[in-house]
């Protein structure tokens, strides 16, 4: 039986490896667990918007359709899986792109110096992103976003003050709502794309400043309401000590990208914790401090909701290095898509999930594989 606190995802960025999630949400999506609110950074804005501008019954057709698009060649490897082999051809796939671009997402920037004159944008960045545009107008419903109902928030960093924000289809509702700008806004990510456009500033991609956008939703959430989390990252922060400097250069996104994953979850916990002991505090204190500014100051942050984080988090592939998020092989999305279903179907299965209760303590983590190794 499934608990009545409200479902919530949060979509990492990561490139290729978005497909991921996309695996993981049509396991979500046939178990029931529909989201109410979703966060995204990045690939993760683009999954996240296909989601909440889909109807229900349509949402993993859409998915789908993306991701086939955006990638090419044969769906299953051609030749052997040993590890040296699919490394190569993980290597020659993610050049492919590089070099002629990738269809309904990015194509490169050709040397026309008529061009880059009348372009400023096309000075600094190497590639074109006016096809992924076309291509969320194609697949995604905005008015269906703007009606809030799933909740949308895509984070983006402000290019000249470098401020972080978040594009959210609530709070913009009286604003115009959220537009395919700033989906590609939040995957603009510098060099290779240009920055977007938004009511006369300029957007990076926000897994600049953060890539997980948990604490968006922790910031933000109704905590009178219970909520369970789905966080879906496409980075490990934990790792090998690197043995090469191709194994650094890996490890090195891999630490950045994965924005102190364990971190934030640990930092949202120790929150979420001290606003149930105010409120037990604050409960009780004599009448006659009711109306003392403090109190009623303190009182905004007090905590009636429990929360729950699920985490679901790629692991990478012995053959993948660091180009792994820019290999866009079908092969390989395959590969993904399958890894993410496969984890969020064992996930719900897990003895934690499947006996899982409203927290009392208001906080609790449930991570499939670290269960596992204690086990």
């Excluded at 009545?4 to 993981?24: E, I």
């Excluded at 989601?51 to 060649?73: H, I, Q």
């Excluded at 909520?227 to 879906?232: E, G, R, T, Y």
């Excluded at 934990?238 to 930092?267: C, H, W, Y």
Aim: hydrophobic residues 40%; glycine residues 8%; contains cysteine.
């Amino acid at each position: 039986m499934q608990l009545s606190d409200k479902k919530m995802l949060v979509f990492q960025g990561g490139g290729a490896l978005g497909a991921y999630q996309a695996g993981a949400y049509e396991a979500l999506h046939i178990a029931g667990l529909e989201p109410e609110w979703i966060a995204g950074i990045s690939i993760g804005a683009i999954n996240a918007a296909i989601v909440a501008g889909s109807p229900s019954d349509k949402r993993v057709k859409n998915l789908r359709a993306f991701w086939e698009m955006v990638t090419s060649g044969p769906a299953q490897m051609p030749l052997s899986q040993e590890a040296s082999l699919r490394g190569w051809f993980n290597h020659f796939s993610a050049a492919y792109s590089a070099s002629i671009g990738v269809a309904g997402f990015f194509n490169p920037r050709y040397l026309d110096p008529f061009k880059s004159f009348n372009d400023p944008l096309s000075q600094i960045s190497f590639y074109d992103t006016s096809p992924l545009i076309a291509t969320l107008k194609e697949l995604v419903d905005f008015d269906l976003i703007n009606s809030g109902e799933p909740r949308l928030s895509v984070g983006a960093v402000e290019v000249q003050t470098g401020n972080f924000e978040y594009f959210d289809s609530v709070t913009l509702g009286n604003e115009g709502g959220i537009h395919p700008e700033h989906i590609a806004a939040s995957g603009a990510l510098p060099p290779g794309f240009p920055p977007v456009k938004i009511k006369g500033r300029y957007y990076w991609d926000g897994g600049l400043v953060s890539n997980t956008p948990l604490n968006w939703i922790m910031s933000k959430r109704n905590h009178a309401e219970d909520i369970c989390v789905f966080q879906i990252d496409l980075f490990n922060a934990r790792g090998r000590l690197p043995r090469n400097l191709a194994e650094v250069s890996l490890r090195e996104k891999e630490i950045r990208f994965s924005s102190r994953t364990r971190m934030n979850t640990d930092q949202a916990e120790r929150d979420e914790r001290a606003r149930r002991a105010l409120k037990r505090l604050l409960a009780a204190l004599p009448d006659h401090m009711a109306n003392d500014p403090d109190v009623v100051l303190l009182k905004g942050y007090e905590d009636g909701g429990a929360t729950t984080v699920v985490h679901l988090i790629y692991e990478r592939r012995p053959y993948e290095s660091s180009n792994m998020d820019a290999e866009f092989s079908r092969a390989t999305m395959e590969d993904h898509w399958r890894a993410g279903y496969d984890d969020a179907v064992a996930t719900l299965n897990c003895r934690s999930w499947k006996e899982r209760k409203i927290p009392e303590d208001g906080f609790v983590t449930i991570d499939r594989r670290r269960e596992h190794k204690k086990g």
